[in-house]
């Protein structure tokens, strides 16, 4: 979603660094973007344009500070009027902003009546506009934000920039800010990763801090205005943004999937056992996770059943706080975030923590918010994640559950080996791509795909139909093969393609017979299973691994999402609408 990248320092042409910053954010999703440079004599440079950052650079313009946002639009459409920076009447107080301002349009009412005039249709824009009235009353810049902070309600990433003091001032709540310093500057970002190329020591501001740039230096305050000793740590972040030969970040991550299920069934056993403790002290606990990270959560809790005998439960995080009744001082919750950084994860953590329960993230990203408010963190390590849809990051996680499960079951041994077949099962289906692109070719003009899926290929299935809907556009639905007698079957007619995962294991039979109800009603069965069946109009063999044949099965999917994608000339890089990191409710 929205990224912010600004610097103060020696450079001299720092609208193309910040050009750059910005394009290193754009794997988060945006729709437009803008930057602002101070140039001399207090004059400056904007640049606010719709759509994607294009391969050319800006003219070299001589500017040794400034900042630039890529905006995700919440509030107000997609025109260059809505894009950040925003600015007060006079143009001297500038504003780049992640998140909502919830209780903007109260404080829009009261400016306007103050005589502000407001170019944009953005929550935004009320912030300038408040420093600009609260300066009619003091040049205490400090005290200015300290008194918006007071102010404005929800959860927010702000840099204010007051033009002819040159000084920056950054908050937040909730919303990452991160800073870095070397020779020859201060840089600031939403997001380490774009802060890695320049610096290798950090500071993640906590929410209520403010962060002061001002002649090169950096200061920092608490809430109430009280000086704080900044402590840098070390950023230990691989900045890998090359496509290295692929075309796509998608195939990319696709194909990486062996190694990073290698290196945690070969390197995760200790910190599994820790998390295993952890669980077996807590009583009442829930997964939690949006998207794919929730439906790798619901795979977790079929494998803590079947596998460790032990219940847990699987909440969406966005309805999480409407469930969280229930949490006391011995319950355990553990969110699932690639990113770290998605807002509903977040707001979920901390209300686990109001109520005092313990919390064990699995996350990918080393200091992100959700890293940093956790009591206990496992890395997924599975490496940057830069196309906006899961692959790797979701097969990790299913390999850490996995395993978590057969710790708690004292079967370490065998988890691992399961997931080494599942391992061979991945390599081979990617192996098949040529059968997964004439099956993609021939879905790419269906209308709908349904998907079946009983125990815990129903998670699979799900997980399987994002994939498909988010990155080729095609509605796809994942069913439990079960339910399907219960409505779903309304809608299959002739030719209607409907993928069935059928692992042989205790739903085999049952998910056969829910292959041949939608046969007999004229559906195209695309059968995944190690025993193929004359149902299927067309077959995949992969073999059982147990439950660790989730893996090869979503990689299946993801495959078959990429292929079609192609298919239908899209980019599955950067789906419309979506962002990969999602940090606004
Ligand atoms: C789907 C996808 C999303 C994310 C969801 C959570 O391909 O990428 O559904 O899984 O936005 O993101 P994280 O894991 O970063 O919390």
Redesign the pocket.
């Known amino acids: 979603m929205c990224g912010i990248f600004a610097y103060q320092g020696e450079k001299t042409d720092v609208a193309n660094l910040i050009f750059s910053g910005l394009k290193s954010l754009e794997y988060r999703g945006y729709d437009s973007w803008g930057i602002l440079v101070k140039k001399n004599n207090n004059a400056f440079y904007l640049k606010r344009q719709v759509g994607k950052i294009k391969e050319e650079k800006l003219p070299p313009i001589f500017s040794t500070e400034g900042f630039g946002h890529t905006r995700w639009a919440t509030h107000g459409g997609v025109f260059e009027k809505n894009t950040h920076p925003h600015f007060d009447s006079q143009k001297q107080i500038f504003v780049v902003h992640n998140g909502i301002i919830e209780n903007f349009n109260q404080l829009k009412q009261e400016l306007i009546k103050k005589g502000h005039i407001f170019t944009s249709e953005t929550d935004t824009e009320v912030l300038p506009h408040l420093a600009e009235e609260l300066r009619k009353k003091t040049n205490d810049r400090l005290k200015i934000i300290k008194e918006i902070i007071k102010k404005i309600q929800g959860l927010n990433a702000v840099i204010f920039y007051f033009l002819n003091d040159s000084e920056f001032y950054a908050f937040k709540n909730s919303s990452p800010i991160v800073v870095g310093k070397n020779h020859d500057g201060i840089f600031l970002a939403s997001d380490a990763s774009a802060l890695a190329p320049y610096i290798n020591k950090v500071y993640f501001l906590d929410d209520g801090e403010i962060l002061v740039i001002k002649e090169k230096n950096l200061s920092l305050f608490d809430k109430n205005g009280k000086p704080k000793k900044i402590n840098f740590i070390n950023l230990n972040y691989k900045v890998e943004d090359t496509l290295g030969g692929y075309k796509h970040f998608m195939i990319k991550e696709i194909n990486e999937q062996p190694k990073v299920l290698k290196t945690i069934v070969d390197t995760q056993e200790q910190n599994l056992k820790k998390a295993a403790n952890l669980i077996k002290k807590s009583y009442g606990s829930c997964f939690i ?6 439906y790798a959560s619901l795979t977790g809790t079929y494998f803590f059943s079947k596998i460790a005998k032990r219940h847990i439960n699987a909440a969406v ?1 966005s309805e999480f706080s409407y469930l969280a009744d229930f949490l006391k001082e011995t319950s355990l919750v553990i969110p ?7 807002i509903d ?1 977040i707001s979920s953590i901390k209300k686990a923590k109001e109520k005092k329960a313990k919390t064990l993230a699995l996350t ?1 990203v080393l200091g992100s918010t959700l890293y940093r408010l956790a009591d206990e963190k496992l890395l997924l390590l599975a490496g940057p994640e830069k196309c ?4 790797k ?2 097969t990790a996680k299913l390999a850490f559950l996995y395993l978590l499960a057969h710790i708690l079951n004292g079967t370490f041994k065998k988890g691992q080996e399961n997931l080494k077949k599942a391992i061979k099962e991945v390599e081979k289906i990617i192996n098949e791509r040529e059968k997964i692109k004439k099956l993609a070719s021939f879905l790419k003009n269906k209308e709908h795909i349904f998907i079946l899926g009983r125990g815990v290929s129903y998670p699979v299935a799900l997980e399987s139909a ?2 498909i809907k ?1 990155s080729s556009y095609i509605h796809a639905e994942g069913f439990p093969a079960g339910e399907l007698k219960h409505g779903v079957i309304a809608l299959i007619e002739k030719e209607t393609p409907v993928i069935v995962y059928n692992p042989v294991d205790e739903t085999y039979e049952d998910t056969l017979s829910s292959a041949y109800e939608v046969s007999a009603r004229g559906a195209y069965v695309i059968g995944i299973s190690s025993k193929n069946n004359s149902v299927y109009h067309q077959f995949f063999q992969i073999e059982d691994c147990a439950d660790a044949t989730t893996i090869p099965n979503v990689v299946f999917a993801q495959l078959l999402g990429y292929y079609m994608t192609l298919a239908r000339g899209l980019d599955p890089d950067k789906p419309r609408n ?1 962002a ?3 940090t606004v409710k």
Request: glycine letters at 10%; charged letters at 15%; a neutral charge.
């Open positions: 996770g949006c998207g794919s990270a929730y995080a699932l975030s690639q990113s770290g950084e998605t994860v990918n906006v849809l899961s692959t990051s979701f994002l994939k988010e979506l990969k990191s999602v």
